[in-house]
T-cell receptor, first 114, second 114 residues
Framework: AQSVSQHNHHVILSEAASLELGCNYS??????LFWYVQYPGQHLQLLLK??????LVKGIKGFEAEFIKSKFSFNLRKPSVQWSDTAEYFC????????????FGAGTQVVVTP | DGGITQSPKYLFRKEGQNVTLSCEQN?????MYWYRQDPGQGLRLIYY???????QKGDIAEGYSVSREKKESFPLTVTSAQKNPTAFYLC?????????????FGQGTRLTVV
């Protein structure tokens, strides 16, 4: 079955550490890719998106993601995390010709300790 | 402010009762979606609508029903047939007919069956 996989369900790291969250998908063809974040008690917010062009995408709050087509991956990175980055992170894929429909990964709970 | 409004924020339902969750958008988007969020499972698509008076089942439509009588509104009814309705429900909307389209999310409704 076609799917979106996030490699880690829980990540705990200290402030100033680097963060990388993996995301792989199994859809063929041209896909649109997204990372969303859900801070505790808040709604889902878009961190960044990839539609086409430069495979290295910069988003809000210092996050970036790299699309590697040959690996069907869209990994999220941040060089130095802060306590305020504690949240749940979701990778989402918009399969070909499905317009706004999204397939989400299971999410990664990130906890940043002071 | 343009956006998506979901109400209520918290909802309690007795077993055997139907309950309707409201979703309204003023973004002039054609497409609207309902997702269900459960811990460790990400978001799963319940129903979506690409145009007024038309809607399609998503991945987990059993026990749910929707209507789309107006462009701005896409209410979701959780029926007594839904075996495990306690969850966080998210409504989203997007433009339709564009290759590069992004979904915008409401703040969610947390439904608890008591």
């Amino acid at each position: 079955a076609q799917s979106v996989s996030q490699h880690n369900h829980h990540v705990i790291l200290s402030e100033a550490a680097s963060l990388e969250l993996g995301c792989n998908y199994s859809y063929g063809g041209t896909v649109n890719l997204f990372w969303y974040v859900q801070y505790p008690g808040q709604h889902l917010q878009l961190l960044l998106k990839y539609f086409s062009g430069d495979p290295l995408v910069k988003g809000i709050k210092g996050f970036e993601a790299e699309f590697i087509k040959s690996k069907f991956s869209f990994n999220l990175r941040k060089p130095s995390v802060q306590w305020s980055d504690t949240a749940e992170y979701f990778c989402a894929v918009q399969p070909p010709m499905t317009w706004g429909k999204l397939q989400f990964g299971a999410g990664t709970q990130v906890v940043v300790t002071p | 402010d343009g956006g998506i409004t979901q109400s209520p924020k918290y909802l309690f339902r007795k077993e055997g009762q139907n309950v309707t969750l409201s979703c309204e958008q003023n973004l002039n988007h054609d497409a609207m979606y309902w997702y269900r969020q459960d811990p460790g499972q990400g978001l799963r698509l319940i129903y979506y609508s690409q145009i007024v008076n038309d809607f399609q089942k998503g991945d987990i439509a059993e026990g749910y029903s929707v209507s789309r009588e107006k462009k701005e509104s896409f209410p979701l009814t959780v029926t007594s047939a839904q075996k495990n309705p306690t969850a966080f429900y998210l409504c989203a909307s997007s433009t339709q007919g564009a290759i590069y389209t992004e979904a915008f999310f409401g703040q969610g409704t947390r439904l608890t069956v008591v």
